[in-house]
């Protein structure tokens, strides 16, 4: 890793479980920064392993607070200057790392950058959809960081931050196979609906269908998920079915008196 002395230092927080599949690519994009924090909640793989052997500093928390404070507790761990947000299962390209590091050189205060990300699914990185979106994961490190949010967690944007969105795309290889998403849709389902009933929210199963539905027309036809062809369908369909199951999941916590 880096320790250029001309430019702004900037950590690298990464928070893992079981993600030995594309880390190492992760990590290998990443080995310009000056420190890469990795906090780990009980990964059984070779995640651990892999980012010890990349140099980065590992921490784990088992016990899962949610996305938001899992990140806030990667970010207290970080030292340098500034921080780069990345997902264990997302890789830096050239251009970005070089957009970045023209911004070390001479960092603007209070200020926020937005990166693009694409997002590998079922066979082709999607370019509409909504899934070519843009996500502020840059930033120094004392003045933002994330929400408390258990799932969908963001950068909490300061009263009189300013916002630029760099060039170069952050390359998203979210799901390997359909059961992966399945999996990971399911989580976030859970998360989500955790959190709703924390709140004394509730739900119908009519909301599920309402809101499915509104999914689907958004992405394939509002965000032109059509022009992905194949796969654009496919999201559509699947994002529509992963939003109604959240509908539902709430709906039977208030109606299965056997529930939990």
């Known amino acids: 890793m880096s320790q250029n002395q001309t430019r702004a230092s900037i950590s690298a927080i990464i ?10 690519e992760c990590l290998a994009s990443l080995d310009w920064v000056d420190e890469i924090i990795v906090v780990d909640s009980g990964s059984t793989d070779n995640t651990v392993a892999i980012a010890e052997q990349a140099g980065a500093k590992v921490f784990v928390n088992a016990e899962w607070p949610g996305f938001g404070k899992q990140k806030q507790l990667a970010q207290s761990h970080a030292t340098k200057d500034w921080v780069l947000a990345i997902d264990a299962d997302e890789v830096i390209t050239d251009a970005l790392k070089n957009s970045i590091l023209t911004v070390l050189e001479n960092p603007p205060e209070k200020t926020l950058f937005v990166l693009r990300r694409t997002t590998w699914v079922f066979g082709r990185f999607l370019k509409h959809s909504g899934w070519y979106d843009k996500i502020v994961r840059f930033y120094p ?3 933002a960081g994330y929400n408390d949010a258990l799932v969908h967690e963001k950068i909490i944007e300061p009263e009189g931050c300013q916002k630029q969105t760099l060039s170069g795309d952050m390359l998203h290889y979210s799901y390997r196979d359909l059961h992966q998403y399945l999996v990971k849709s399911a989580f976030y389902a859970k998360s989500w609906a955790d959190g709703r009933q ?8 009519g909301q599920g269908v309402t809101h499915a539905i509104g999914c689907f027309l958004k992405m394939y036809l509002l965000k032109r998920g059509f022009l992905d062809g194949k796969q654009g369908f496919l999201i559509a369909v699947l994002s529509a079915h992963s939003t109604f199951v959240k509908y539902a999941d709430l709906w039977i916590r208030e109606n299965d008196s056997r529930a939990p």
Do not use: M, V
């Open 15 to 24: 928070i893992t479980k079981n993600e030995e599949q594309i880390l190492p």
């Open 198 to 205: 924390a709140r004394g929210k509730k739900s119908s199963i």
């Open 141 to 143: 490190r004392e003045f």
